[in-house]
C-alpha cells in the first residue's frame, strides 16, 4: 500500500478539522474496516497504571529527548512527564474539536493580548484527575513530583490581571465543556524578568522558552500572510462592474500558529488556546549578504520577529507605538483568517456567520478585529457593507476593563493611516455612517456627536478604539458591578444615550477553584474535602457554603490555623530563597502583590508601613509587645519598563526595608520585603499564607480585580476600598469579615477638584512620613521627591492624603482583631464558605446565555 492511498495518505494534506462535516464522514465511511479498528486502537492509548505511564516517560526520555535513564535529571523528567500527559490530551482534543465539526456547533473565540497561564503541568495533572498517578510513577523513576513540577517556567504570556482571567476563562470553558478557542501572540521572551539590583528594577529578557515548551504543538503548516503599509487602490470586479477597494500591503510577515491543549476538569473536553509567532516571509537575503551587507540581509527577518518578540513594547517614542499597534494587528488578522477560514469550510451563508461565530474583545487591544472583518467581508468576499456590518455587529462582544478615561487606548490618526491605509478608510466609513445616524436622532447636540465619533477631533488627530469597540459590538459589558455602573454614568455616558442602557451589561469576574484552591492551597482543599465529604466544590463553588456548619468546631478551626500556618511557612522559605530574609511565620503576614501602579496604591502601603515603623520607635521598649503585633509587609509587581513613578515606588519599598529590616527597635515588631520577579507560580505561594491583603486602588479606578478572590478563597482577608469587586465581595462574605476604608467613587471628582483649586490639606501622620523621607533616612530625598510632590504639590489624583488617615485606623484595627485568633480564624472560615459567586465558571454561564448564544457540548447525543 503506497502512502497516498493508504490511511495516512488521507490525513497528511489536512486533519481532520480541517474539513467539512460531510467530508468526514464519507472520509470515515470509506476507511476499511482493519485501518479503522488499527486506528481506534491507537485512538483509545491512554496510560491507566503507573506502570503504563512510566514507560511512557522512559519512551519520551529515550526517544522524544535521546537520553537514557542514566542522565536523566528533573529537566528531563519534566520534559518526559509533560510530553505524556500531551499525548492525552491531544487524544481528547482530537475528539473534541472533530465532534465540534461534526455537530456544526457555535463556537466562542476568545482574543485576548495576554493569557497568564501560569505552569501547565500541574494544571493538566488536576484537570485530567492524575497526579495520584504521577506522584507513583515519578516517585519509581527515582524523582519527587513536586521538584519535577518547579522546573517549569511560567509561560511568559502576560502580565497582571488582564491575562489570568483570560488563563482562568479558557479552563472553565474547557470545564463546561463550552467550544472555545483562545487566540493570543506567542512572545519569546514574555514582559520581561524583574531583577532587583540597589533596590530598583531592572528589566532583563524573559527566557521562558529557552527549554522549548512540551506544552505546545508547532503547526508550521498554518502560515498566515499579514501584510501592512502599503497603498489602497480602487479598481472594477469584471463580474458585477462595480467599484471595489484593493489593499496594497507594502511590507508582509508569516503568522505561525502554535497550539496549546487546555483539558477541563472532570471531563475528556479540552478546548485550544492557539498563539500566533511572527516570521519573515523569507528569512535571508542572499545577495546583499553576498556584497558584504550584513546588517541589511537579515533585517527583513528580525523586523518580522520583533513583532512578537516581546509583550507590550515600550510606547514612550514613535517606533514603540507602532510596533505595538503591529503586535495587535499581526494578531487579529491571524486570528480573524482562522476563523472565518473555519467557517467557510460548512459552505453556510455569510448571514450565518454570527449563528456559528461569537468573537469576544477582552479590552480594546484585539479591536481592530471589527475592521478586519469588515474588510474581509466587504473587499475580498464581496458582501454588501451594510449586511457585511449587521454580521460584524452581530458578532462581537466588547469587555470594558478600565473607568479611567486616560487609560482607554488611541492611536495616532498618522501612524494608524501610514501602518493600515485601508483600515482607516474603513473607519472612517464607519464612523461617518455612525453619526449621520446620531445626528438625525439628536440633531442640536454636536458635543455628544463630538464625544462619540471614533476619530477624536484633536492636535494630532487620534482613533479612539473604545468607541470603535462599542459601536462594532452588539454587548457590553464590564467586570463589577460598580465598574459596569460607573462607565455607564462616566466614560460611556454619551453612548448609553444614543444605545439605550440595555446594549451595557456586567459579568462580575470570577477566579478557577481548580487552580487557586485545589492547586495552589492543596491543604487546604484536602480540608474542605474531608468535611463536606467531596471535591464537588472545584465545579459547583456555591457548596462551600456549607462549611459554615463547622465553624463552632475547634478540630475542624484547629486544622485551619494548622493549613494556615503550613503555608506561612512555605512562603517563608520562598522569601528566604528569593531575597536572603528570614520572616517568622507567626507573624500577620500583610500582602499586597500586583501591578505597580500609582492608582493601586502601593504608594500609600509604603507610606503606612513607614509611620508604623516612626511609631514603633517613638514607643517605649517595654510597651511595644502590648502596642504592637508582629507584622511581616509582603509587597511585589512589576513596573511597566518606561513608568517613572511607578519604578520610584519600588525602590522606596526596597530602601524602606534595608532600614527598618536592619534597624534593632523595629525587629520583631515589622519586617518589609518586596518579592522580585512576581508571577503566578509566586501568586500560587503567596495567596494562600496571606492574612490580609491589601486591594487599596483610589474608589472608581479598579475596574473588578481578581487577586482579591484568590487571596480570599484562601482564607485571607480584606483591607481595601469601596472600589471593583470589593463591593461584591463585601456583600457575600458580610461586612464584619473585611476592612473597608476610603472616600467613595462619588466624591473622587469632586475631591480632585478641591485640588485643583488648592483645597489640599496633608494629614499630619502623613506629614510625618514625608519629613522622614525628606530628612534622607531611606536615602538621598531626590530619589523620592518626585512622590512626595505628586500628592503635596501635583494636586494628588489618586487621594493618598484623602484616605491615608481612614487607612491608618483600619490597620490599627486588623491589629487588635488578628490578637483574638479564635475570632479571627472563624472569619477566615466565613470568608471561603461564601465565595461561591466568584468562579469564573459562573462567569462563561453568564457570558454564554446572555451575550455569545452559545450552549455546552458534550459527547453524549
Known amino acids: 500500500m503506497s502512502f497516498d492511498s493508504g490511511l495516512s495518505g488521507r490525513f497528511h494534506k489536512r486533519s481532520m478539522t480541517g474539513f467539512t462535516p460531510t467530508e468526514i464522514k464519507a472520509i470515515d465511511q470509506s476507511i476499511p474496516i482493519k485501518a479503522r479498528e488499527a486506528w481506534t486502537k491507537y485512538a483509545a492509548r491512554e496510560f491507566t497504571s503507573p506502570d503504563q505511564l512510566e514507560s511512557q516517560i522512559i519512551n519520551h526520555v529515550e526517544t522524544t529527548l535521546a537520553r537514557s535513564m542514566y542522565n536523566c535529571d528533573s529537566l528531563a523528567a519534566y520534559q518526559a512527564l509533560s510530553t505524556s500527559i500531551r499525548d492525552k490530551l491531544i487524544l481528547h482534543w482530537n475528539k473534541t474539536q472533530q465532534m465540534h465539526t461534526l455537530r456544526e456547533v457555535k463556537r466562542i473565540y476568545y482574543l485576548s493580548l495576554e493569557f497568564l497561564m501560569g505552569r501547565a503541568l500541574d494544571n493538566a495533572m488536576i484537570n485530567l484527575g492524575i497526579k495520584e498517578l504521577c506522584c507513583k510513577s515519578t516517585d519509581e523513576l527515582g524523582f519527587n513530583l513536586e521538584d519535577v513540577i518547579d522546573v517549569e517556567p511560567d509561560a511568559g504570556l502576560g502580565n497582571g490581571g488582564l491575562g489570568r482571567l483570560a488563563a482562568c476563562f479558557i479552563d472553565s470553558m474547557s470545564t463546561g465543556n463550552y467550544p472555545g478557542w483562545g487566540y493570543g501572540l506567542r512572545y519569546n521572551y514574555g514582559i520581561f524578568s524583574q531583577k532587583i539590583v540597589d533596590g530598583y528594577q531592572v528589566e532583563a529578557p524573559d527566557y521562558w522558552l529557552k527549554f522549548g515548551n512540551p506544552w505546545e504543538i508547532p503547526r508550521h503548516e498554518i502560515q498566515i500572510p499579514v501584510d501592512f503599509y502599503g497603498y489602497v487602490s480602487t479598481t472594477t470586479d469584471p463580474k458585477t462592474g462595480k467599484s471595489k477597494k484593493q489593499w496594497q500591503g507594502g511590507e508582509q510577515v508569516l503568522a505561525v500558529a502554535y497550539d496549546f491543549p487546555v483539558p477541563g476538569y472532570n471531563t475528556s473536553n479540552v478546548n485550544n488556546l492557539r498563539l500566533w509567532s511572527s516570521q519573515p516571509t523569507s528569512e535571508f537575503d542572499f545577495q546583499k549578504f553576498n556584497q558584504g551587507d550584513y546588517d541589511s540581509s537579515v533585517a527583513q527577518q528580525q523586523r518580522a520577529e520583533s513583532i512578537t518578540a516581546v509583550l507590550y513594547p515600550n510606547d514612550n517614542f514613535y517606533q514603540g507605538k507602532e510596533l505595538r499597534l503591529k503586535q495587535q494587528f499581526f494578531w487579529v488578522a491571524a486570528s480573524l483568517h482562522d476563523i472565518v477560514r473555519r467557517f467557510m469550510k460548512t459552505k453556510k451563508k455569510w448571514s450565518e456567520f454570527p449563528d456559528l461565530v461569537a468573537i469576544q474583545l477582552n479590552d480594546t487591544h484585539p479591536t481592530l478585529a471589527v475592521v478586519e472583518l469588515q474588510r474581509i467581508l466587504v473587499d475580498l468576499e464581496g458582501v454588501e457593507w451594510n449586511e457585511a456590518w449587521e454580521i460584524v455587529t452581530r458578532t462581537f462582544g466588547y469587555t470594558n476593563h478600565t473607568v479611567m478615561q486616560e487609560a482607554l487606548e488611541k492611536w495616532p490618526l498618522d501612524l494608524f493611516g501610514n501602518l493600515l491605509p485601508r483600515h482607516l478608510e474603513i473607519i472612517y466609513s464607519i464612523n461617518m455612517q455612525f453619526l449621520q445616524m446620531v445626528a438625525k436622532r439628536f440633531p442640536q447636540d454636536r458635543e455628544l456627536i463630538r464625544n462619540v465619533s471614533i476619530v477624536e477631533e484633536s492636535d494630532p488627530k487620534n482613533i479612539r478604539m473604545a468607541n470603535l469597540a462599542i459601536i462594532g459590538s452588539h454587548k457590553v459589558n464590564g467586570v463589577a458591578e460598580l465598574h459596569s455602573?460607573?462607565?455607564?454614568?462616566?466614560?460611556?455616558?454619551?453612548?448609553?444615550?444614543?444605545?439605550?442602557?440595555?446594549?451595557?451589561?456586567?459579568?462580575?469576574?470570577?477566579?478557577?477553584?481548580?487552580?487557586?484552591?485545589?492547586?495552589?492551597?492543596?491543604?487546604?482543599?484536602?480540608?474542605?474535602?474531608?468535611?463536606?465529604?467531596?471535591?464537588?466544590?472545584?465545579?459547583?463553588?456555591?457548596?462551600?457554603?456549607?462549611?459554615?456548619?463547622?465553624?463552632?468546631?475547634?478540630?475542624?478551626?484547629?486544622?485551619?490555623?494548622?493549613?494556615?500556618?503550613?503555608?506561612?511557612?512555605?512562603?517563608?522559605?520562598?522569601?528566604?530563597?528569593?531575597?536572603?530574609?528570614?520572616?517568622?511565620?507567626?507573624?500577620?503576614?500583610?500582602?499586597?502583590?500586583?501591578?505597580?501602579?500609582?492608582?493601586?496604591?502601593?504608594?500609600?502601603?509604603?507610606?503606612?508601613?513607614?509611620?508604623?515603623?516612626?511609631?514603633?520607635?517613638?514607643?517605649?521598649?517595654?510597651?511595644?509587645?502590648?502596642?504592637?503585633?508582629?507584622?511581616?509587609?509582603?509587597?511585589?509587581?512589576?513596573?511597566?519598563?518606561?513608568?517613572?513613578?511607578?519604578?520610584?515606588?519600588?525602590?522606596?519599598?526596597?530602601?524602606?526595608?534595608?532600614?527598618v529590616n536592619n534597624d534593632p527597635d523595629s525587629k520583631g515588631f515589622l519586617q518589609v520585603v518586596f518579592i522580585p520577579d512576581y508571577n503566578v507560580s509566586k501568586a500560587e505561594i503567596i495567596c494562600p499564607a496571606s492574612d490580609i491583603s491589601e486591594h487599596i486602588s483610589t474608589a472608581g479606578t479598579e475596574a473588578s480585580g481578581t487577586s482579591n478572590m484568590k487571596f480570599v478563597i484562601n482564607g485571607g482577608l480584606i483591607i481595601g476600598t469601596v472600589d471593583g469587586a470589593n463591593v461584591e465581595i463585601t456583600r457575600e462574605v458580610g461586612e464584619d469579615q473585611i476592612f473597608l476604608f476610603g472616600n467613595l467613587a462619588e466624591d473622587v471628582e469632586e475631591l480632585r477638584q478641591d485640588h485643583q483649586m488648592g483645597k489640599l490639606e496633608v494629614p499630619e501622620p502623613l506629614e510625618q512620613v514625608f519629613d522622614e523621607i525628606e530628612k534622607g533616612t531611606f536615602g538621598p530625598y531626590d530619589e523620592y521627591k518626585s512622590l512626595v510632590d505628586s500628592v503635596k504639590y501635583h494636586g494628588d489624583y489618586y487621594l493618598v492624603s484623602d484616605d491615608f488617615e481612614s487607612y491608618l485606623e483600619a490597620q490599627s484595627t486588623i491589629d487588635k482583631e488578628f490578637r483574638d485568633r479564635e475570632n479571627w480564624v472563624k472569619k477566615s472560615i466565613i470568608c471561603v464558605a461564601n465565595m461561591g459567586f466568584f468562579s469564573s465558571d459562573r462567569c462563561i454561564r453568564e457570558y454564554a446565555e446572555n451575550i455569545w448564544n452559545v450552549e455546552p457540548v458534550t459527547d453524549q447525543v
Open 485 to 659: 455602573e460607573l462607565i455607564k454614568t462616566t466614560i460611556f455616558k454619551d453612548f448609553v444615550k444614543v444605545y439605550g442602557a440595555e446594549k451595557f451589561t456586567n459579568v462580575t469576574n470570577g477566579i478557577t477553584p481548580r487552580r487557586w484552591l485545589k492547586q495552589a492551597n492543596p491543604m487546604l482543599s484536602d480540608l474542605i474535602t474531608s468535611k463536606l465529604g467531596s471535591d464537588e466544590f472545584l465545579t459547583n463553588t456555591v457548596r462551600l457554603k456549607q462549611l459554615e456548619k463547622f465553624i463552632d468546631d475547634p478540630e475542624f478551626r484547629e486544622a485551619w490555623i494548622e493549613v494556615k500556618l503550613h503555608n506561612k511557612k512555605r512562603l517563608a522559605q520562598l522569601i528566604k530563597k528569593l531575597t536572603g530574609i528570614e520572616v517568622n511565620p507567626s507573624s500577620l503576614f500583610d500582602v499586597q502583590v500586583k501591578r505597580i501602579h500609582e492608582y493601586k496604591r502601593q504608594q500609600m502601603n509604603i507610606f503606612g508601613v513607614i509611620y508604623r515603623y516612626l511609631q514603633i520607635k517613638a514607643t517605649p521598649e517595654s510597651e511595644r509587645a502590648g502596642k504592637f503585633f508582629p507584622r511581616t509587609s509582603i509587597i511585589g509587581g512589576k513596573a511597566a519598563p518606561g513608568y517613572y513613578a511607578a519604578k520610584k515606588i519600588i525602590k522606596l519599598v526596597n530602601s524602606v526595608a534595608e532600614v
